[in-house]
């Protein structure tokens, strides 16, 4: 019988202890990568939750313009004379002026001594809506079978295309009739909230609590995305603005620090969406309603709205116009005067007025256009589409665009 090797009876104790130690090292180096691996997925879908939690009220735009539409609308301007006197600089007297344009802005803010004084206040020309000269041809019980079959055209679309979630809201705004598809679903307006907000704004400005002529100034800290604004491209901080020039910017550039500026001027959110909800408020905007996105994903965050609620805003803006214009004549005009691109302009005809605001949010893939459209009969229309691709999203609003003017036009034919 062979006797043990006395060395490896030795060294044995050794090798034992080194593999050992070999392994709990591989399963430590493998733990903390791991760990690691776990620390950074956590801070990435932490940061991917915040935005989505609290996305810019204008969308965190990455885009500064669209390929879609190519149509603008002669900007013509006149003057709205007011004094007032401001913390910095001197006393400014409104006088005609014309605003720059972007590369002269450019210049101005990178090679000239910035006048941090408010610009003057500059009003387009009224807008004002057609007088009904259209008979309706359509019977009611036509009319009413037709407004069916734009729903179901519009679901069809929905159901055709399988990467994207599609909501709508049609309101006549001439006798109250109105259909919605997947309209009470929640859904994140960005810069389209711009509407309510400026409600109550103006609201407020006709209970005399609010000052055209008071003044914001742009800061370090001023909140907003600076990627999508207008502002922030053009101006140095210490820039001051008069707020009606915040509220139009804030609907006819699409511009997120001039709507923080609005906001501020009323205190905030919490106190502004009281008033909002007293217009509208199936989906609060600070309520925390669970839905499911385009890309199937679950989410319950505050920040969202419905189309049936913009629909009902675009509804009192159109009502309190009617009957107080003097309050509401300015953001009528933004409206109708928007530099942002309108994908429902294509589907009506040329010379048809259409006072829209559009908000996206790139980031998350969502895209709204909220319309007051001056056809055959005013009406409001409500698009939402979520998508990867804006470029697709705009074409799915066209195709909606025309079957909600046909539905029209075959009314009055």
Not at 107 to 133: G, R
Request: hydrophobic fraction near 35%; glycine fraction near 4%; proline fraction near 5%.
């Amino acid at each position: 019988m062979k006797r043990p090797n006395p060395t490896f009876l030795q060294k044995a104790p050794k090798i034992q202890s080194s593999r050992r130690k070999r392994t709990l090292s591989i399963v430590l180096v493998t733990l903390g990568i791991t760990l690691i691996l776990m620390f950074f997925r956590k801070v990435s879908y932490d940061g991917q939750t915040y935005a989505e939690m609290f996305p810019d009220l204008v969308g965190a735009a990455k885009r500064e313009t669209t390929t879609y539409s190519e149509y603008r609308r002669p900007v013509h301007t006149t003057t709205e004379s007011t004094t007032v006197t401001t913390t910095t600089e001197t006393t400014t007297i409104l006088a005609p002026s014309f605003a720059p344009t972007s590369a002269e802005s450019s210049e101005s803010s990178s090679t000239k001594v910035q006048n941090n004084s408010p610009d003057p206040i500059l009003e387009n020309p009224s807008f004002t809506f057609k007088k009904a000269t259209w008979h309706q041809t359509a019977t009611y019980q036509k009319r009413a079978v037709m407004l069916d079959e734009l729903r179901e055209k519009v679901k069809a679309v929905d159901v055709e295309q399988k990467y994207m979630r599609i909501c709508f809201e049609f309101i006549s705004l001439k006798n109250g009739d109105s259909i919605g598809y997947r309209n009470l679903e929640p859904v994140l307006p960005s810069g389209a909230f711009a509407i309510p907000i400026e409600l109550v704004w103006y609201d407020q400005y006709a209970d005399g609590k609010q000052d055209l002529a008071g003044v914001a100034t742009y800061e370090r800290a001023s909140k907003g995305s600076r990627s999508a604004s207008y502002i922030a491209k053009n101006f140095r901080y210490g820039k001051q603005f008069f707020h009606r020039n915040a509220l139009n910017y804030a609907v006819t550039k699409n511009d997120s620090i001039a709507l923080n500026f609005v906001i501020d001027s009323m205190g905030s959110m919490n106190e502004i969406v009281p008033q909002i909800d007293k217009i509208s408020n199936y989906v609060s905007y600070n309520s925390t309603p669970l839905y499911i996105d385009y890309r199937s994903r679950r989410y319950r965050s505050a920040g969202r709205t419905s189309c049936y609620d913009m629909g009902e805003y675009l509804r009192y803006l159109y009502n309190g116009y009617i009957n107080a214009p003097d309050t509401y004549q300015r953001l009528i005009n933004d409206m109708y005067y928007s530099e942002t691109a309108s994908p429902l302009k294509a589907s009506f005809f040329q010379d048809t007025p259409i006072l829209h605001v559009y908000g996206r949010n790139t980031s998350m893939g969502t895209f709204m256009e909220c319309a007051i459209i001056d056809c055959e009969e005013p009406i409001a229309v409500v698009v939402y589409v979520e998508n990867a691709y804006e470029e697709n999203a705009a074409s799915v609003m066209q195709q909606i665009g025309r079957y909600t003017a046909d539905f029209v036009r075959n009314c009055y034919s």
